[in-house]
């Protein structure tokens, strides 16, 4: 899951990109409002993060404009200020939901698993695509019979596949997903994250498709 994070403050902003890379998501963190902007008329952010205090602009008018361009990306508000004026300002001009600040990591990551559940059309923390199931609250794996806990970026690989079944995910785009800009990736990271997943279940539990990338059928087996 590849998220973007827009926070001014270095210590918030570092905490929380390094907290959530461990978590197996890819965070590009921007320090402006501008920037926020610029980042996400690209395409592939599955979730934003938004500090309301911005140095150059509010981040309610980061939220307008987001919006105003149709995009439906999820938008988690995590902001300092914690009258209730700017939580439902911020709901209503379509945030997902509200954090303030100060808070626990745990419950940053509770209302994130929330936000994505609804935007998948789903209530359970748990998705089911043909023959496995993946719970993304432990990131345990069930597979014909196999259960395992998962590392954070092999289960954000398969996360990242079972989100579209039967869709094939090019090697470009997989590495988009899973990493964040400046990230170090080797040529082969893909290759051997799939090699770990299928030394742990099956081979069949990706299907490659070859010269075109990977992808897991809809049906079972
Ligand atoms: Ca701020």
Redesign the pocket.
């Known amino acids: 899951m590849r998220v973007l994070l827009i ?3 270095p210590m918030i902003g570092a905490s929380l990109q390094s907290r959530l890379g461990h978590a197996g998501m890819a965070v590009d963190w921007v320090t402006n409002g501008a920037d926020a902007l610029d980042a996400l008329a690209a395409d592939g952010y599955g979730l934003v993060l938004l ?5 150059d602009r509010p ?1 309610l008018g980061v939220l307008e404009a987001l919006r105003r361009r149709k995009s439906r990306i999820p938008v988690l508000i995590v ?2 200020r914690d009258e209730v004026g700017a939580q439902v300002a911020g709901l209503d001009l379509g945030a997902d939901d509200y954090i303030v600040k100060p808070f626990e990591f745990d419950m940053l990551m509770a209302r994130i698993r929330a936000v994505l559940r609804r935007q998948a059309g789903h209530a359970e923390s748990k998705i089911v695509v043909g023959d496995i199931t993946l719970d993304l609250a432990s990131h345990e794996v069930a597979y014909r019979g196999l259960s395992q806990l998962l590392p954070a970026r092999e289960f954000a690989l398969l996360h990242a596949l079972a989100e579209r079944p039967g869709a094939i995910l090019s090697r470009h785009q997989l590495e988009d997903r899973l990493y964040g800009w400046g990230a170090e990736v080797e040529s082969n990271a893909i290759d051997v994250l799939i090699h770990y997943i299928r030394r742990k279940f099956d081979k069949d539990i990706v299907r490659n498709v070859r010269g075109a990338g990977w992808m897991i059928p809809k049906e079972p087996a």
């Open positions: 926070e001014d403050d500090d309301l205090g911005l140095p981040g902001s300092a």
